[in-house]
């Protein structure tokens, strides 16, 4: 008796449930789609899998928005999810919808109420904080950390140059992380490159199961202690680069011989902020709080992005030597009798520019973005984006819709950039759009030109051996094991060969 009561009342809540989709489906008028909602889970099931399956669903779904014409309604858990591939939508949408959505919840275990996932109260200063370190005066001293870093990446990489396959990444990211954060111990900064890989891992499990993300059953799962390890070895990391910074500058006067010639890191510059915790008259544990959220947000947002984005570039150009050898020609045009590129060099790089826009096109290290509607939001269809609701603004697809980007959208063709063809200014949003966009594209740009030229300067980049299937059909993602944790990776490790161009 009590089972056939079980049985009935979850019927009856199925039914209800369906009930409910249906009429949220209709008043927002969004084409649903084909795939099968479940209960309680909705789409969400299509993330269960591996890493490849995950990533091939996503991509599936991204395409899908663009034969229903730039939108589609998906539902994860209970919450109406948009899937847009759209440029109109999105841009729409996201100069309007400014707060991120649960599942950020799950990053906020790691950054707190930094910048990047903060609710939009805390978001507002926080962004007020973090906007004048990247003033064009500081991005300019900037470059001198870039320089010096790619100088001393080339130089590591020496050994293992004519020497068979190596894994570009964790070379970049090296490069990347002590850019932004500057000298650290070789020891912690590979911990914590771990400690982000594992908690990324992790994050996207619970991401993607809404089981998982109600702490009192992730409890019980595996991966639970892991997941709050390696949160620490990264907040541990931070801490000791805050420690390490307050006992330097307490030796040393602001605007020293030493800080001309070498400038301070974007570490130092957050300290030194007014408002942050080390600035002469802060202090107070939430401002140590609030500096060392910003400062992880800096070292992860600013250090992994630039490092994917990086090995994505390097990894294209090893297989289209065509493209690779115009950079190079380029590269010795700007450069003249010079050996070294000068910060004045950088904006005379007009095809790099191209390579580095049409890699960030096909690969966008932040696949997705992921808002919440505040309000009925009206689109152009006559659909709504409805309050309450979620919208997943699918980078990847709308940078390679056809409607914007032609028939040959999926194909590595950086000269698009130069012809100047017309689309929709926002088609192309690697760093997001509107008031909530990436603070550091300039930053993120000009690490990555910079890191670029030293290696092109100094090496051919080849595939690996053996190389992955031909790319003669054009498609070039056949070259990576694409995975999305929270940023899209190469599962294969970003593979190359160095061939040094000394004599
Ligand atoms: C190729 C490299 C990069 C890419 C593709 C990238 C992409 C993005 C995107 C798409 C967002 C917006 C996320 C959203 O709308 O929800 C974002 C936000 C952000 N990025 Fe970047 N980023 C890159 C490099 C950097 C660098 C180098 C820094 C700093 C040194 C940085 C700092 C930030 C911060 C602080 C935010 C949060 C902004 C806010 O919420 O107000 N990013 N990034």
Not at 129 to 155: C, G, N, V
Not at 192 to 208: D, K, T
Request: with cysteine.
């Amino acid at each position: 008796m009590f089972i056939a009561l079980v049985l009935i009342s979850v019927i009856l809540w199925m039914v209800y449930e369906q009930c409910r989709m249906w009429r949220v489906l209709r008043r927002s008028a969004q084409p649903a789609s084909r795939r099968r909602a479940l209960p309680l889970l909705g789409h969400a099931y299509l993330l269960f899998g591996s890493d490849a399956d995950r990533m091939r669903r996503l991509d599936a779904m991204g395409r899908e928005a663009i034969e229903k014409g730039g939108i589609v309604a998906t539902w994860f858990g209970r919450t109406l999810y948009t899937i847009t591939s759209d440029a109109v939508v999105a841009e729409l949408a996201l100069r309007q919808c400014l707060a991120k959505t649960a599942m950020s919840d799950i990053l906020r275990h790691l950054c707190g109420n930094g910048s990047v996932v903060a609710p939009i109260e805390i978001w507002r200063s926080r962004r007020k904080l973090i906007t004048p370190i990247f003033s064009t005066k500081h991005l300019r001293d900037s470059f001198a950390t870039f320089s010096r870093k790619s100088a001393e990446l080339s130089e590591r990489l020496r050994p293992a140059a004519g020497r068979g396959t190596l894994s570009i990444a964790k070379y970049l990211s090296t490069y990347t992380l002590e850019s932004v954060c500057g000298e650290s111990n070789e020891k912690d900064r590979s911990e914590f490159l771990c400690a982000f890989e594992e908690f990324c891992r992790i994050a996207l499990l619970r991401m993607s199961n809404p089981l998982l993300a109600v702490e009192a059953v992730f409890k019980l799962n595996p991966n639970y202690t892991s997941y709050y390890r390696s949160i620490k070895v990264m907040w541990d990391f931070i801490d000791e680069i805050i420690n390490s910074k307050k006992g330097l500058r307490k030796n040393k006067n602001a605007n020293t011989n030493e800080d001309i010639k070498h400038p301070k890191s974007f570490m130092e510059l957050l300290m030194c902020a007014p408002g942050a915790g080390g600035a002469p008259g802060g202090g107070g544990t939430p401002r140590a709080v609030e500096l060392r959220e910003e400062m992880l947000v800096l070292a992860l947002a600013g250090g992994d992005t630039s490092a994917v984005a990086a090995s994505f570039l390097c990894c294209l150009l090893a297989h289209h030597p065509r493209v690779q050898d115009r950079l190079y020609e380029e590269l010795l045009e700007v450069l003249g009798e010079r050996t070294s590129i000068e910060v004045e060099d950088l904006p005379k790089l007009k095809y790099m520019e191209a390579v580095i826009n049409e890699s960030l096109r096909l690969y966008p290290p932040v696949p997705n973005i992921i808002r919440k509607v505040p309000k009925d939001i009206t689109l152009p269809s006559g659909a709504t984006l409805l309050a309450d609701s979620a919208l997943l603004v699918s980078v990847r697809s709308v940078q390679r819709s056809a409607a914007q980007w032609g028939r040959d959208a999926d194909l590595f063709d950086p000269d698009r950039f130069l012809r100047g063809d017309t689309r929709h200014p926002h088609a192309f949003i690697p760093f997001g759009l509107g008031p909530r966009n990436c603070v550091g594209y300039r930053y993120a740009i000009m690490s990555i030109k910079t890191v670029v030229a030293a290696l092109l300067r100094d090496y051919k980049f080849l595939p690996p051996s053996p190389p992955p299937p031909s790319p003669l059909s054009g498609d070039t993602d056949k070259l990576f094991s694409l995975k999305f944790d929270i940023m899209l990776r190469d599962m294969g490790g970003f593979k190359l060969k160095l061939e040094s161009r000394r004599i």
